[in-house]
């Protein structure tokens, strides 16, 4: 079992339309969570972090931490073409040590 | 400069060449992490450096990686004898670390070094 997963999609939303990506991890001693995007032939870039179980909004993002089922989301709210990339889920494993990713799911809207 | 810097951005190397890739960090992150992304794939885990200590090297896929960062700032990841499975996007990571007031866990990615072995 890999330490981080997520389902490689491709996920196909309709502009406008909300996008929901999930991850689950399986350190339950990991403390604090990411959502990277990544465009085909560039570098992954921070979206998100979460620490806390619950929600936290940043524009039209949201992510959400379940400690307890060991699962982190991140919605998208009016998805637009620009949103179209790869979403990397990360987690610092409980020795601190090492960022994990998961293997990132491929997002696509269309108009 | 501003950003993390990656030399060199594409390498070729026929199957059993030694090859070096170079990092130089943002100034002041005292942490540098390596990552080998295979297409499609999300970036995994080689290597971690907290200023010149290597604290994880448990991702190395085998003896033939070796990273080192001996002035605690520009790191290079040295693979010997590669092989094709070796071909990949080598990323370099820079961060704050744990503990200090600026860490978020962010992580501040270079453009990576592409390495294709035939």
């Known amino acids: 079992q890999k330490e981080v997963e997520q389902n490689s999609g491709p996920l196909s939303v309709p502009e406008g339309a909300i996008a929901s990506l999930n991850c689950t991890y399986s350190d339950r001693g990991s403390q604090s969570f990411f959502w990277y995007r990544q465009y085909s032939g560039k570098s992954p870039e921070l979206i998100m972090f979460i620490y806390s179980n619950g929600d936290k909004e940043d524009g039209r993002f949201t992510a959400q931490l379940n400690k307890a089922s060991q699962y982190v989301s991140l919605l998208i709210r009016d998805s637009q073409p620009s949103d179209s990339a790869t979403y990397l889920c990360a987690v610092i494993d409980s020795s601190a040590s090492k960022i994990i990713f998961g293997s990132g799911t491929r997002l696509s809207i269309r108009p | ?118």
Request: aromatic share 12%.
């Open chain 2, 1 to 118: 400069g501003a950003g993390v810097s990656q030399s060199p951005r594409y390498k070729v190397a026929k199957r059993g060449q030694d090859v070096a890739l170079r990092c130089d960090p943002i100034s002041g992150h005292v942490s540098l992490f390596w990552y080998q992304q295979a297409l499609g794939q999300g970036p995994e885990f080689l290597t971690y450096f907290q200023n010149e200590a290597q604290l994880d090297k448990s991702g190395l896929p085998s003896d033939r990686f070796f990273a080192e960062r001996p002035e605690g700032s520009v790191s290079t990841l040295k693979i010997q004898r590669t092989q094709q499975e070796d071909s990949a996007v080598y990323l370099c990571a820079s961060s704050h670390p744990p503990r200090q007031r600026e860490y978020t866990g962010e992580l501040f990615f270079g453009e990576g070094s592409r390495l294709t072995v035939l």
